[in-house]
């Protein structure tokens, strides 16, 4: 690959293209990641002070005996509200922006491979929380609890829209992280610089890249379960009601299947913050890297198989109790690793003890003794005894502060300079370190304490006499100081952007890519794609000066990124990504509308949400013009001997996003299968199935086939010219998706004419599964018929390839979930 | 919140809470009436002896890791560009020495593991245990000749003897737990989940809802009586009995006023036309120790105001204030008070 030298004048239209556009709708329309990743940041760090107050709050009521500081409502409004905002608005969205700001950054490209979908996951973020919180504004605040369990937050028991809020307010969390899981894994996976190949990437991205599988893998679980809280409550299914074949404890291993990965998807990428400050201030590579990836990926795997140790108390077999505590046991080991790899690393190093080192040794000194009670609450026995006790409490806060938050602001204080541009004081950064971890010490180790005096969680107050009153006295004054250190931080953030001094490149001398642009990084990252040839880049092969680069300053007139082969990371295709757009924010608007009409059961709400989504998803796809730009610029400048323009097929990052889309499709089915088999036992009383209906099920599968067949059949046809193949191929597809969605509408008025009894689980499986297939069929049809409107565009504009090819995919998906549901219901 | 005197510490034979502080910031060591250490019965005591091994392990591998951490930043620098082969021991250790610790833990807690589910086959006394918002109805099952006996917020058990604990729930999930005696196990709808209980010695023990279970999960407490053989007989037959109403002129009106002011739409006085079901049983409820399960002591003074006014006492609760005249309230305080 040849680069030509730029004129300054292409450099000049080359920032014009990335940048940011101005005034008020600008801002509305900008997808930048990283003014997206600041949004993030800033409204993450709120919804922290928010979070954080409500446990001062909590902590105030419970500094004495007997108080009446909260009344029991607004202390269980609190208690719910804490847990659920620092995971879903803070620690998760915070992962995300850090995602969206760094991993461009380190992996040395110009944004993440879907921008409007960072854009809408922040507004839909935004929104959600506000919508969240707006139940504080109607007194209706959320109050069963951030684990929801059933029957107390069924409508019997909890007849107000409080759940309701959380329950809808959840989608947030889940679009948000559903939609970053897809960026992340197509970002590291096709974007990273020429020459990175995976085991040059820096720890922070293969930490992200796992915890975007295990998003997907967690969070789709969680949008099921949701949605069937969600249908039992509004009344249209019962899922979780004993006296109709359901089951409470069913929702307690759908949220646990997403509620125990949650904590290795917050700490995974601690525990890439802590491998880059670690190597960065012992001035020497990370010990055991590869180690480390591996242990990583054991984490995640492994957080998929002790999801029940939640339940040890609900009643299990010895078995079954046998094997989630091997599980919950086994987590510990690669736990250990990566805590003895990064004493490797500081072994002798003589460090540099600035406060980003300082944060991580308290991580350490924190975690490992969260790790620890952590052992002691996976056995079983003892778990009995301090199981939901203030004993858990300090277990998780060692966890989620010591092993997550601290990290958090090892990364700010290392992070921080290259976003501002400028550096923080290191004396207020030290004063801010031990206050927060005394003030945390001080607050949460007497809870252990507290707990094993029998104190359970979840009470807004307790009689004296029962031994807690000094441990809990203790704990409120520690919180108070853990709260003032965190102020100290803002104090010194605000200090810093004000008066701090300028951070240059390269601050800490570090290794990674991010350290090779300006602080704060320009709109337009890497004007030139810097070639790697190691795994500490900066440190092996200079700073800025003579390095190896690819497509400096081009494309210049649209937006274009570079995309690599996984295995050597070889350059393969030039993408094009989208310019500022309104519709991720109007989109997200719409959203609003349907998160209100399904709180109030507003058909009209639902409607307009419904129907703007619709307009902004035609807008979103509409083609702009800097694609056709694109188009034929690559057309004819194709033999500079730059890679081919990536459009259709597997050199496209929107054939990657449909791959990862028909995972988490899989996903979802998965767990709806998974939950009726789990309540299948139960209904010993079923009528046998219906022939008919069995017939057009399976005649449903078969039209699925036969579609697929012809999607893949046309979709193969990348001829440029003509297009008849693939115009027949996806007119048949479309037919016969006419054809699936009658078939579905049959089965559907057919089953509920043959099927006489009220509302039980089994007839809410038939439910799910319909309206499931309904939404895939619905939107396999709409994806085909304008695949089909572009083949009849050709020759004249060939970006109609990539939807042929991508609906292609999905019909692969079409088939497996009619064969899923065929076999389900009708064998 | 207000409670009358302490029943816990008079519970706890005066003992006063400064040394058991002392005593905790010091050793560790955790006493108190409801304390999962300090084991009135062989099953806490095996999860108490599982806990002191778990600590010491712990100790034991956060001074190691602490101590390396302290020693890592201390040393000199050793000039390597990387950690060499100290790297290498490092990860070597981290392979070998955590796998050996994970086993000794698995196999103790296997060991204890019988201590919550098992052994309660041999047991002959069956109680059944149903968690309610916000209370616990308690039954003892077929005693002889075959009368089932219906109590609420305070289950007597006999030392040295095994019983047999049928948890269930009435409404929606709460959890059994009574730390100085037995691990917790979960009441769930549609299901029964036994757990046993033996004591080793006479005394009370005190539990706690330990799931969840809506507006007033605080107070949702029960406590435990351990006593002799003889001395639980006595109780249970007292217990079997059908209320006595005295015949003064003032239980009488309590009585009538009980049925007028709609009490017995809710709760039970067996022996007499007050049958309601959905509130604890007060047939014997002058034997009990507390009201409102656990929110007070169960006093004269305590029910007026608990008559009066509930929803300030347990705030949420399910039992309204009801509004009664002075003199109606006394007889219905004085029948309660007769209800032996």
């Not at chain 2, 305070?154 to 003897?161: A, D, K, L, N, T």
Request: proline content about 5%.
């Amino acid at each position: 690959m040849t680069t030509l030298q730029p004129t300054t004048s292409q450099v000049a239209e080359f920032e014009r293209t990335w940048s940011e556009p101005r005034g008020f709708i600008g801002a509305l329309k900008t997808i930048n990641n990283i003014p997206v990743a600041h949004r993030y940041m800033v409204t993450a760090a709120v919804f922290f002070l928010v979070g954080g107050v409500q446990a001062l709050l909590m902590r105030i009521q419970l500094g004495t005996a007997n108080n009446t500081f909260l009344s029991p409502d607004v202390y269980n409004q609190l208690f719910t509200m804490h847990g659920t905002t620092m995971m879903f608005l803070v620690v998760i969205p915070f992962i995300e922006a850090l995602a969206s700001y760094f991993l461009p950054l380190l992996l040395g490209t110009r944004d993440l491979p879907f921008p409007r979908l960072t854009a809408l996951s922040y507004w839909t973020y935004l929104f959600g929380g506000i919508f969240l919180y707006s139940s504080f504004v109607v007194g209706a605040a959320p109050d069963g609890g951030w684990f929801s369990y059933l029957p107390l937050n069924d409508k019997e028991f909890a007849p107000g829209i409080n759940m309701d809020f959380w329950d809808i307010g959840l989608s947030v969390a889940e679009v948000s992280a559903i939609g970053a899981a897809a960026e992340i894994i197509v970002g590291v996976l096709r974007m990273r610089a020429p020459g990175m190949t995976f085991a040059r990437l820096p720890i922070f991205a293969w930490a992200m890249l796992i915890v975007a599988f295990m998003l997907i893998l967690a969070f789709t679980p969680l949008v099921v379960a949701t949605a069937m809280l969600e249908l039992d409550r509004k009344g249209l299914t019962q899922f979780f009601d004993v006296a109709r074949g359901g089951d409470p404890i069913l929702w307690q291993h759908l949220f646990w299947v997403f509620g125990h990965p949650e904590v290795y998807i917050m700490f995974l990428p601690a525990v890439g913050i802590v491998s880059h400050v670690v190597q960065t201030f012992a001035r020497r590579p990370l010990a055991n890297y590869k180690a480390v990836v591996m242990t990583m990926v054991a984490t995640g795997v492994v957080s998929f198989l002790l999801w029940a140790h939640h339940m040890f108390v609900a009643g299990m077999s010895p078995n079954a109790m046998r094997f989630f505590m091997i599980a919950s046991m086994l987590i510990a080991i690669p736990a250990g690793i990566q805590v003895l790899s990064w004493i490797a690393t500081l072994w002798g190093a003589r460090a540099r003890w600035t406060t980003s080192l300082h944060f991580v040794a308290g991580f350490i000194v924190l975690f490992v003794l969260g790790g620890l009670t952590g052992v002691m609450v996976a056995s079983a026995p003892f778990d009995a005894q301090v199981h939901d006790s203030y004993f858990v409490v300090a277990h998780f806060h060692y966890v989620l502060i010591g092993g997550v938050i601290f990290p958090f602001f090892a990364g700010m204080y290392y992070w921080l300079p290259k976003i501002t541009g400028r550096l923080l004081s290191e004396r207020l950064g030290k004063w801010n370190f031990w206050i927060m971890f005394v003030g945390f010490n001080v607050a949460f180790f007497p809870m252990h304490i507290a707990g094993l005096l029998g104190m359970p969680r979840r009470v807004y107050t307790y009689e004296t006499g029962l031994g807690w009153d000094v441990a809990n006295l203790i704990s409120t004054l520690g919180a108070l100081t853990l709260g003032f250190g965190v102020l100290l931080f803002v104090i010194n953030a605000a200090r810093s952007g004000r008066r701090g001094k300028e951070a240059g490149n390269n601050p800490w001398s570090s290794d990674t890519l991010e350290w090779s642009e300006e602080s704060p990084p320009p709109s337009a990252q890497f004007v030139s794609i810097p070639v790697v040839h190691s795994r500490h880049p900066l440190w092996n092969e200079g700073e800025t000066t003579q390095r190896d680069v690819v497509l400096t300053a081009v494309p210049a007139r649209w937006r274009g990124a570079l995309c690599v082969s996984l295995r050597g990371a070889k350059p393969e295709s030039i993408v094009h990504m989208p310019g500022p757009t309104p519709w991720p924010f109007l989109m997200s608007v719409a959203f609003v509308f349907l998160f209100a009409g399904a709180l109030i059961d507003s058909g009209i709400l639902a409607v307009i949400g419904a129907a703007g989504t619709s307009v902004t998803l035609v807008g979103w796809f509409w083609p702009t013009k800097s694609e056709r730009m694109a188009v034929s610029e690559m057309a004819t400048h194709d033999s500079h001997g730059q890679p081919p323009l990536g459009i259709a097929g597997p050199l496209a990052n929107g054939w990657w996003g449909t791959l990862v889309l028909n995972v988490v499709l899989a996903t979802a089915l998965g767990t709806i299968v998974a939950s009726y088999l789990y309540l299948a036992p139960r209904w010993t009383d079923r009528t046998p199935v219906d022939f008919t209906e069995m017939l057009l099920a399976w005649l449903a599968v078969l039209t699925a086939l036969v579609g697929a067949v012809a999607a893949w059949w046309g979709g193969r046809d990348r001829n440029l010219n003509t297009a008849d193949r693939r115009r027949f191929g996806l007119s048949v597809g479309f037919m016969l998706d006419a054809g699936l969605l009658v078939l579905l509408w049959w089965l559907y008025a057919y089953h509920e004419t043959s099927s006489t009894r009220s509302i039980d689980a089994l007839g809410s499986f038939y439910y799910l599964m319909f309206v499931f297939q309904a939404f895939i069929t619905l939107l396999h049809f709409v994806w085909t018929g304008v695949s089909l409107v572009w083949a009849w565009r050709l020759p004249r504009d060939i970006r109609g390839l990539a939807p042929a090819s991508n609906v292609a995919l999905l019909s692969y998906f079409l088939v497996l979930s009619w064969v899923t549901v065929a076999i389900t219901l009708y064998v | 919140m207000p409670r009358g005197e302490g029943t816990i510490n008079k519970l706890n034979g005066g003992m006063s809470r400064a040394p058991i502080v002392a005593i905790l910031v010091v050793a560790g060591a955790c006493a108190g009436p409801q304390s999962v250490l300090e084991a009135h019965g062989p099953a806490a005591e095996r999860i108490s002896n599982l806990w002191w091994f778990l600590f010491g392990g712990a100790v034991a591998v956060y001074v190691a890791v602490v101590g390396l951490l302290i020693v890592a930043i201390r040393r000199k620098r050793d000039g390597s560009r990387d950690g060499g082969d100290n790297s290498r021991w490092f990860l070597r250790a981290g392979l070998i020495v955590p796998p050996i610790i994970l086993v000794a833990v698995f196999v103790a807690s296997e060991q204890a593991s019988g201590v919550l589910h098992g052994a309660h086959e041999r047991a002959d006394l069956v109680i059944r245990v149903k968690g309610w918002q916000w209370w616990w109805e308690v039954t003892y099952v077929g005693i002889p000749p075959d009368q089932d006996v219906v109590t609420a917020n305070e289950v007597h058990i006999p030392v040295g003897r095994r019983v047999r604990l049928e948890l269930s729930t009435g409404d929606v999930i709460h959890s059994f737990w009574v730390p100085n005696l037995q691990g917790k196990l979960d009441q769930v709808p549609g299901r029964t989940n036994v757990l046993w209980l033996e004591a080793d010695r006479p005394g009370v023990s005190r539990g706690q809802c330990a799931e969840y279970c809506g507006t007033q999960h605080t107070h949702m407490a029960l406590l435990v009586v351990a006593e002799s053989a003889e001395a639980f007989a006595t109780w249970l037959a007292n217990e079997r009995r059908l209320a006595v109403i005295p015949p003064d002129s003032l239980s009488q009106r309590g009585l009538a006023h009980f049925a007028a002011a709609g009490c017995a739409y809710c709760h039970a006085i067996r022996g007499t036309p007050s049958l309601g079901k959905y509130g604890p049983d007060l047939t014997h409820l002058a034997s009990r120790r507390t009201i409102g399960s656990g929110v007070v002591d169960n006093t004269p003074a305590n029910l007026a105001s608990w008559i009066a006014e509930a929803q300030r006492i347990k705030p949420g609760n399910r039992m309204p204030n009801v509004d009664l005249e002075d003199a109606q309230r006394r007889a219905i305080v004085h029948l309660l008070t007769q209800l032996k």
